[in-house]
């Protein structure tokens, strides 16, 4: 297995794992994260992921390619292939719980796939990023052109996919492809987590959640986020929040 977690305190760090293939995402790596991601989300000692790379000066040089050169004129490995990726997009994509990508050094193809599909992103100075289908004479997913466009609109995700070029890091900044920009991400990206991690897990899943509502097309309330609003009124988060405002201490949310 070349994925795998760490879990510190209520941060859990979901660990790309093959340097010597640049983290590139074999088959099996794709079939293992939403096994992992599930593992994560399950856990209620975890408020945030962390995705990155084991290893510095890289983040993931997208899928195996050459395995993928060797199986996708074989249509049922093909099929099997796409499910996987779709599915590990698709469930970080909508993972309940927030989830930052910390890159440091190349994030291409796939591997910006999963990058785009977190919803944060700290970069550092020598990340380099690209989605690269067209130098394959490929075509990039509807969910995850999505992503893409919601991220940096349609004039810049055009960009991005008809010149299959490397951003740097500034210039992915600068677009709104990553939020952050730091010499050392792990140690800013995990002071992010930390300071989610000490807000109410609640609101912030709940903000998640209607985001994505948004994202999806939503533009009014319908019952189920009235009744977000509404419910949060009775909960104990709001208590805490309540009455550590009052008391003129911190809150510790459970």
């Known amino acids: 297995m070349s994925v795998r977690l760490e879990k510190q305190g209520a941060v859990a760090h979901l660990l790309i794992d093959r340097a010597e293939k640049r983290n590139a995402f074999a088959q099996t790596m794709w079939e293992q994260f939403p ?25 993931c040089a997208g899928a195996d390619i ?5 199986g996708a004129l074989d249509p049922e490995w093909r099929a099997k292939n796409q ?22 050094g190349d994030c291409v193809g796939g591997g910006c796939g999963l990058a785009i599909a977190c919803d944060l992103r700290v970069a550092s100075p020598r990340a380099r990023f690209g989605i690269t289908p067209a130098k394959l004479g490929l075509v990039y997913s509807l969910h995850d052109t999505k992503l893409l466009v919601d991220l940096v609109g349609p004039a810049q995700a055009k960009r991005i996919l008809f010149t299959a070029q490397l951003l740097p890091a500034e210039e992915a900044q600068r677009i709104g492809l990553i939020e952050m920009l730091e010499e050392d991400p ?4 995990t002071a992010l987590a930390g300071t989610i991690a000490t807000v109410s897990s609640h609101s912030v899943r709940n903000s998640k ?34 009455s550590a405002f009052l008391e003129k201490r911190k809150a510790v949310f459970r």
Not at 42 to 58: C, E, H, M
Not at 66 to 70: C, D, K, L, Q, V
Not at 90 to 95: K, Q
């Open 35 to 59: 096994i992992l991601l599930g593992e994560v989300m399950a856990d209620d000692t975890i408020k945030v992921v962390l995705l990155r790379s084991a290893v510095g000066g890289i983040f």
């Open 186 to 189: 792990v140690a800013a990206a």
């Open 209 to 242: 959640k209607i985001i994505r509502s948004i994202l999806d097309g939503q533009a009014e309330d319908d019952a189920g986020t009235q009744a977000l609003f509404a419910s949060a009124f009775t909960g104990a988060d709001f208590k805490e929040g309540v």
């Open 66 to 70: 050459a395995e993928f050169g060797a």
């Open 83 to 104: 499910d996987a990726i779709s599915r590990a997009q698709y469930e970080l994509a909508r993972a309940e719980k927030p989830v930052i990508a910390v890159i440091d």
